[in-house]
Structures are given as structure tokens and as C-alpha cells.
């Protein structure tokens, strides 16, 4: 199945259930409308998805800032307000993909949830959103969808929501009314820094547990108003900064982002390069050492975790056999066996003052065996390169190769991939493509995926 039209097919198959009489959330769905359609909205209309994603993913209101950035960040690219059309947009848009999953990457996420045990997060974003266990048949779906790979968690976590109905949209309503309250009540000035460090997100996950579809609206507001003075007497603890660094001739995120954090806070550094590098290890100034991509750090003072990064060439390869023909000047149809061997595509990034930039280097070498008497065989090798666009861009380039064997024009077609990939091969990256063109009554065509081979560091 095509990962990406995997969140379209889950919104239609719980439409279709919807139509049905079903009530689980697994096989529920919610009305879309086309991403095309959606106006760009004040940040502020932003607000309450906000607060759903991060109720659903964080079991927490969200704070103040976060509230204000993401808002901002997703009114800036547009976004559909509502979960149906953004699982929908999910599909086609870049944007969508990185803003939706960047959340699954955050530092929180990380601390939260076991990498390997993904029924225990679904579980946990049910247990957030309607203060119960999955049901085995929704939480085997969700779990086998993330393991897969068809689906990310932030993705299960906005389509379980997506599916809610009866007592279930309830409960979600009012444990975002709640977030939306408790928020409010801490975005003051002098006491939006009370709502930090783990004591305080504690109290506040607390407090959206006892929020239920069944809560009036005077005993929510009662909820969220007891919790403040809770809030604020948990001890302040002195605060350091954790600074954060890519360094290398490389690219990658180092995360968290760079940030004050409490006294004892315990946090995972991560180093993730992009698709056309690789980590290269941490710097010695780093609190980090070793190979790996990750540590756990103990904050007792200022720190620095620096991670270096070197670029990479990406190797694709593959082959291609067709039967073609065509005819010659003199009338005579030849026939051949084309064997196009050894085909190599290289892409390979430089990171300079000015940007980025991508090349692209297609070898390879074919045979044409005649299958029909006095036709010539033949054979030729290519070696081209192209620059090619930026990240998360296609690009389609062709090789022009004219022989006794025909004019065979070979294709090579794939897309620079972008933030949303991470270091993770995509299917289909790579594609070629082979036909006889410009010749009298020629006939032939293939096409084939490329295969990924290997990774070096760019020489």
C-alpha cells in the first residue's frame, strides 16, 4: 500500500462505517473539505486545534508560548482548521506532513513514549482523550498501522480524535474547554513561567483527567480554577540553559532546541541528520559523547551539546531489459535485445556559504543483441550529470543516447526529499525510464524503480 494515501483511506473507511450505525472511534470519521478551500484564518482561530493536538498527543493543556507559536506557525502555512481536512492535506502537502509530525519528534514525545512499544501509546492517547484503555480491536489497528510504518503516531493520534462521537466528542470538548481555560489563566506575564518543568506539566495532565464528558461546565471551570494554586507552589528550581548545535559540513537537527530547563531535569539530546548526510559524532565541548545519536542529560548547570554532521552521496542502481524495434532508412525492421546494465545514479549534496545544492550523476553502459539477420549490434556507455533542484522538489532529466539500436531516450525522474523524510528512504524515490523515440516505427518502453545500494561520505 502507498504510505501516502494511507490517512486518505483511513477518513474514507471510517466514513463508510460512519454510514453503517458504528460508534468506535477506530472506525469513525469526521466530514473534510478540500485544503484548496480554506482561507488563511487569524492565529488565533488556531488556538483549539492547538490544544486538541496536544491534549490527545500530550494528555496536557498547551502553555502559553507553545500555544502562541504553533498557532502562529500553522495559521502561516495555511492549514485546514479542522482534523478531517488536515489528515487530508497530510496526503499532498510537504508542510502539512513536517508540522503534523514535528510533534512526534519533540522532546516530550520522546520522554513520553517507548519507541517500541507503540499499543502502549495508543493506549495512552485514549486514555488522554476519553480516561479509558483502547478496546482491543482499535488499539491492534493503530498499533499495526505505526508499525507498518503506514502511519505516524501524530497521525493516529488526530484520527482517533477525528473518530469520536456520542460521549467520546464530549469528553474531548470539554478536556480542551479545560486546556483552553487552564492556558488562559497562565498566560499573565507574571505567572506564565509557573507553568513549566515537569512538576507543573504533571499537575496539569492531572487535572485534565478528571475532566469528563459527563463534567458541567461550572465543575470544569472549578477543576482548572483548584489547580492554579497547585500550579504555583510547586518549587522553583534554578534554571540553565541547554544550548544546541549542528556543526559539521553536513546538516541536521539537533534536538531540543536550544532552551532554559530546571534544575534536575532530566532530558534526551537527539541528533537526527538529513537525508543526504550522516552523524559524525559529537564535538568535544559536547556533554554528549560517544557515536550514538542520543544521550540523556542531567541538567545541573549551563551545557552544550554540539553534534557533527558530514554530507553524503546516495547510490541507486539498477537494470533494465526490453525487446525493441524499429525501422531502418533502407525498410528493413530491426529487431534487438536491449540490455541496459549497471545503472548507476548518484545524488550528492554540497552545503555552502550560499545554500545548498544538488547533484545528480547517471552511469551505466547497455548491449543491443540483433534478433533479426543483418542488423548491427551495438553498445554505448553514458556518464551525465545534472544539478538538480533544492529539498522537496522533483526533478526529471534525460539522456539522449542515439545508436544503430534506435534513439533511445532514457529518463531518470525522482524527487530531493525534504525535512519530512528524516534520514528514511522513501518508496519510489528513483524512478527510469526507457523508450525508442525520433525513429520510424519504433517500438520498446520500460520503466523501473531504482533500488537504493548504498551511503558513503561524500568523498
Same mark, same amino acid.
Given at each position: 500500500m /502507498?504510505?501516502?494515501?494511507?490517512?486518505? *483511506?483511513?477518513?474514507? *473507511?471510517? *466514513? =463508510?462505517?460512519?454510514?453503517?450505525?458504528?460508534?468506535?472511534?477506530?472506525?469513525?470519521?469526521?466530514?473534510?473539505r478540500s485544503a484548496a478551500s480554506v482561507t488563511v484564518a487569524p492565529a488565533t482561530d488556531y488556538n483549539e486545534l492547538i490544544q486538541r493536538i496536544y491534549v490527545a498527543y500530550f494528555g496536557r493543556p498547551a502553555d502559553a508560548e507553545g500555544l502562541a507559536f504553533w498557532s502562529n506557525a500553522y495559521r502561516q502555512a495555511n492549514i485546514p482548521l479542522d482534523i478531517g481536512s488536515l489528515l487530508t492535506a497530510y496526503d499532498s502537502s510537504p508542510t502539512v506532513k513536517y508540522l503534523v509530525d514535528i510533534f512526534g519528534r519533540s522532546l516530550e514525545s520522546q520522554d513520553l513514549y517507548d519507541d517500541n512499544d507503540h499499543a502502549a501509546f495508543v493506549n495512552s492517547v485514549y486514555r488522554n482523550l476519553y480516561? !479509558?484503555? #483502547?478496546?482491543p480491536q482499535g488499539r491492534d489497528f493503530w498499533t499495526k498501522a505505526i508499525t507498518d510504518g503506514v502511519l505516524t503516531k501524530p497521525v493516529v493520534a488526530l484520527a482517533i480524535m477525528g473518530g469520536a462521537q456520542g460521549t467520546d466528542s464530549e469528553s474531548i470538548s470539554k478536556k480542551v474547554a479545560a486546556a483552553s481555560h487552564f492556558t488562559s489563566l497562565f498566560t499573565p506575564a507574571d505567572l506564565?513561567?509557573?507553568?513549566?518543568?515537569?512538576?507543573?506539566?504533571?499537575?496539569?495532565?492531572?487535572? *485534565?483527567?478528571?475532566?469528563?464528558?459527563?463534567? +458541567? =461546565?461550572?465543575?470544569?471551570?472549578?477543576?482548572? !480554577?483548584?489547580?492554579v494554586p497547585e500550579v504555583i507552589r510547586v518549587p522553583t528550581l534554578p534554571a540553565y540553559k541547554l544550548a544546541t548545535y549542528a556543526a559539521g559540513a553536513g546538516r541536521g537537527t539537533v534536538t531540543p532546541v536550544s532552551g532554559t530547563f530546571r534544575e534536575g531535569e532530566q532530558i534526551t539530546v537527539r541528533a537526527q541528520p538529513d537525508y543526504f548526510s550522516e552523524f559524525a559524532g559529537w564535538s568535544q565541548r559536547s556533554v554528549c559523547a560517544g557515536g550514538l545519536g542520543g544521550c540523556r542529560v542531567t541538567i545541573e548547570s549551563d551545557t552544550v551539546a554540539e553534534a557533527r554532521f558530514d554530507p553524503t552521496e546516495v547510490f541507486f542502481g539498477g537494470e533494465m531489459t526490453l525487446n525493441a524495434s524499429r525501422e531502418t532508412d533502407d525498410g528493413r525492421i530491426c529487431r534487438w535485445n536491449v540490455v541496459w546494465e549497471k545503472i548507476d545514479v548518484v545524488i550528492r549534496t554540497a552545503y555552502t556559504a550560499s545554500g545548498r545544492t544538488n547533484t545528480l550523476r547517471v552511469t551505466g553502459k547497455f548491449?543491443?543483441?540483433?534478433? +533479426?539477420? /543483418?542488423?548491427?549490434?551495438?553498445?554505448?556507455?553514458?556518464?551525465? +550529470?545534472?544539478?538538480?533542484?533544492?529539498?522537496?522538489?522533483?526533478?526529471?532529466? +534525460?539522456?539522449?543516447?542515439? /545508436?544503430?539500436?534506435g534513439?533511445?531516450?532514457?529518463?531518470?525522474?525522482?524527487?530531493?526529499?525534504?525535512?519530512?523524510?528524516?534520514?528514511?528512504?522513501?518508496?519510489?524515490?528513483?524512478?527510469?525510464?526507457?523508450?525508442?523515440?525520433?525513429?520510424?516505427?519504433?517500438?520498446?518502453? #520500460?520503466?523501473?524503480?531504482?533500488?537504493?545500494?548504498?551511503?558513503?561520505? #561524500? !568523498?
Open positions: /502507498d504510505k501516502k494515501s494511507y490517512p486518505v *483511506l483511513v477518513l474514507t *473507511l471510517s *466514513l =463508510a462505517m460512519t454510514g453503517c450505525g458504528g460508534s468506535d472511534p477506530v472506525t469513525e470519521g469526521v466530514m473534510s480516561n !479509558r484503555d #483502547a478496546e506564565a513561567s509557573a507553568y513549566s518543568g515537569n512538576a507543573a506539566i504533571s499537575v496539569a495532565r492531572r487535572t *485534565l483527567n478528571k475532566i469528563t464528558g459527563s463534567t +458541567t =461546565a461550572i465543575d470544569l471551570e472549578e477543576i482548572v !480554577r483548584l489547580s548491449d543491443a543483441a540483433p534478433l +533479426t539477420e /543483418d542488423c548491427d549490434p551495438s553498445s554505448q556507455t553514458i556518464d551525465k +550529470t545534472f544539478n538538480i533542484p533544492p529539498i522537496g522538489r522533483s526533478f526529471n532529466e +534525460t539522456v539522449m543516447v542515439v /545508436d544503430g539500436a534513439d533511445q531516450l532514457l529518463t531518470v525522474a525522482g524527487e530531493v526529499p525534504g525535512p519530512g523524510y528524516g534520514n528514511i528512504l522513501p518508496a519510489g524515490l528513483v524512478t527510469m525510464s526507457l523508450r525508442y523515440a525520433n525513429a520510424k516505427n519504433a517500438k520498446g518502453e #520500460a520503466h523501473i524503480p531504482m533500488s537504493l545500494l548504498h551511503r558513503r561520505r #561524500a !568523498r
